[in-house]
């Protein structure tokens, strides 16, 4: 079966840990466990073990049987390939993705910006998300016509939550994943108020495909993140090195509104590589996962 997997190198995913993903084969989509380069779908734990997982990422989320999973996976052989399967955005109705700007000095520098105090955060809409491996679909000319895409780390929340001390944060949190955002740069040159809008067009974000449960990360400072550009290391910068860290923006944020499983919080770019028709590009982090995209640009019907 042709799918996702013809364009995601198999080394991001042969490590032996719980990597949670949705995939398609044989007609069937559902939840499954990345192992050794190979698939282990929740169905099968269930008629294996006798358990009744959802079959779906977000009420798998939402059950809080992430453990239990873990637990009664062990022992069993994932045998489908991922080259047999199409890897599928892991789900496509989180309740809020929020996503930090300038959190990285070299991205800020980049764009001639200031890094702000407190962290620069904005929302993206579900309607400018597109499937991981998929087509990221530059706007028509006069709408926009210098784009970048930032490979970053997420967190993926597994409890609802307000208000959590930083010291609890990790206690709240499901598990981490690669997302692409995009920015339409010559729209927010025009006017800094404008960044909602030139973050949320259509296609301007993804996450996935693999979601990682946080006990499989030991320090997530260390992680380094890469945005790669046509086959090349576009920019890179270790985790440690934001303003904002992880765990730090993730409290910060609970004190604004409440969190509920599923929802997503990304976290910055070292730096954004401008991107045209016909390129390729990727969001790397290793012992997370690699998110690829290729470029293409919309054209109005009428």
Known sequence: MAGLAERIPRSGYDEQS?????????GACEVGI?????????????AKRGADFPRDMLPLIESGSREALDALSQGLKAEIPIEEVRFRIPYST?????????NYRSHAEDLS???????GSFMKPSSSFFEPGGSIEL???????????EGELALVFGKRCRDV??????????????????TALDVLARNTRYLQRAKSFDTFFSFGPVIVTTDEVEDVD?????TVHNSQVFSR???????????????????????????????????????????????????????PASVTRRHRAY
């Open 139 to 149: 706007p028509p000319e006069d709408l926009a016509q210098e784009v970048d895409a």
């Open 165 to 182: 001390p930083l010291e609890n944060v990790q206690e709240v949190l499901f598990g981490y994943t690669t997302t692409l955002d995009m």
């Open 222 to 226: 260390a992680l380094e993140v890469l």
């Open 113 to 119: 910006e200031v890094q702000p105090e407190e962290p």
């Open 94 to 102: 989180p309740g809020k993705v929020w996503c930090i700007g300038l």
């Open 237 to 291: 910068d270790f985790v440690s090195s934001m303003k904002h860290r992880p765990f730090q923006l993730a409290a910060f944020h609970t004190r604004v509104m409440t969190f509920d499983p599923g929802d997503i919080l990304s976290t910055g770019c070292p730096k954004g590589a401008r991107i045209q028709p016909g390129d390729t590009v990727e969001a790397r982090i290793d012992g997370v996962g690699r998110l």
């Open 18 to 26: 719980m990597k949670l993903c949705t995939f398609e084969h044989a």
């Open 34 to 46: 990345l192992r050794d380069g190979r698939i282990l779908p929740v169905s099968q734990v269930n």
